[in-house]
Nanobody
Framework: QVQLIESGGGLVQAGGSLRLSCTASGGTLSSYPMGWFRQAPGKEREFVAAISFRSDRTTYYANSLKGRFTISRDNAKNTVYLQMNSLKPEDTATYYC???????????????????WGRGTQVIVSS
């Protein structure tokens, strides 16, 4: 079973940047479309971004995050990344990576379509 491990979270000032990483143990990520989600305190988990496993690396983003966040992957390193720029206090959340289990990109923004999840990495953006 694939186990996902997120890293790279931390405390950053508004306007700053962070790059989150998601690696896998017990399996390879190369055959999975991958997604990032986030959950702020007291709020439901929400979709952030997703990326195809195919060579075209097609990406999808939550509309509100386009232009600030970038998802990418390096299959040779078995790692998926989330580059976050121009961070805002409202980006404060726990960020999770997940492996997609359906027929991508159907319902790519629905967390029910993802079957393997990491434990998350916390991002705090101070004003």
């Amino acid at each position: 079973q694939v186990q996902l491990i997120e890293s790279g979270g931390g405390l950053v000032q508004a306007g700053g940047s962070l790059r989150l990483s998601c690696t896998a143990s017990g399996g390879t990520l190369s055959s999975y479309p991958m997604g990032w989600f986030r959950q702020a305190p007291g709020k439901e988990r929400e979709f952030v971004a997703a990326i195809s496993f195919r060579s075209d690396r097609t990406t999808y983003y939550a509309n509100s995050l386009k232009g600030r966040f970038t998802i990418s992957r390096d299959n040779a390193k078995n790692t998926v990344y989330l580059q976050m720029n121009s961070l805002k206090p409202e980006d404060t959340a726990t960020y999770y990576c997940a492996a997609y289990a359906g027929v991508f990109p159907n319902y790519y923004d629905d967390d029910d379509m993802y079957n393997f999840w990491g434990r998350g990495t916390q991002v705090i953006v101070s004003s």
